[in-house]
């Protein structure tokens, strides 16, 4: 299986996730300013990582690059996405990032895996929800950074 993690990342904790998801899967951890359509082409699984802004938005890097990703052929790619968030001080947005980059890879025709169960957080709105599942994995570096060990290595396990 070959593992390519595309991120954007403002503060840091995005890149360390992503670092951390590409050890753990000898993947290829790539920022999004540097990403090219190739890099979400060449790989059996992609890997994207945005924390949300604002209020409910993508990191900019995302919103500036989306064409990148837009572009990309990713008819029947299989694809995870997870997302860095703050649920004690956007608990009406959690994660949202999650669910814009679902929407678009869902509408490229990508085979979305990796949904996540809602325990274990406290939130009263995500726009990753689908069915009461995230349609990714959430992690929280503000508020749960001791639980994203254990959720990356069982996200990665349920994908596998
Ligand atoms: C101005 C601002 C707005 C934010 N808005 C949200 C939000 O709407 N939803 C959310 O879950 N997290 C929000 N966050 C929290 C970040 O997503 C979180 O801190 C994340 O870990 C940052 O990732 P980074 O270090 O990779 O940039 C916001 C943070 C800041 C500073």
């Known amino acids: 299986m070959s593992v390519t993690i595309v991120y954007g990342s403002d503060g840091g904790n995005t890149t360390k996730l992503a670092k951390k998801i590409a050890s753990k899967t000898s993947g290829k951890a790539i920022d999004i300013k540097k990403a090219t359509a190739a890099d979400f082409e060449n790989c059996s699984l992609l890997i994207l990582g945005c924390p949300t802004y604002g209020d409910g938005d993508l990191q900019t890097d995302w919103q ?4 990148t990703l837009e572009e990309a ?3 029947g790619k299989r694809v995870a996405i997870f997302g860095a968030g703050d649920q004690m001080n956007y ?3 959690f994660v949202d990032a999650i669910g814009i980059l679902y ?3 869902a509408d490229k025709g990508a085979n979305v895996v990796g949904f996540t169960d809602t325990a274990g957080y406290d939130f009263t709105g995500s726009a990753a929800l689908r069915d009461g599942k995230f349609v990714g994995l959430a992690l929280d570096e503000d508020n749960q950074a001791g639980k994203s060990e254990k959720r990356i ?3 990665l396990a349920q994908i596998r």
Request: aromatic content about 6%; charged content about 40%.
């Open 153 to 155: 290595t069982e996200w």
């Open 91 to 93: 608990p009406e947005s």
């Open 64 to 67: 500036d690059h989306l064409g």
């Open 103 to 105: 929407d678009v890879v």
């Open 73 to 75: 052929d990713l008819d």
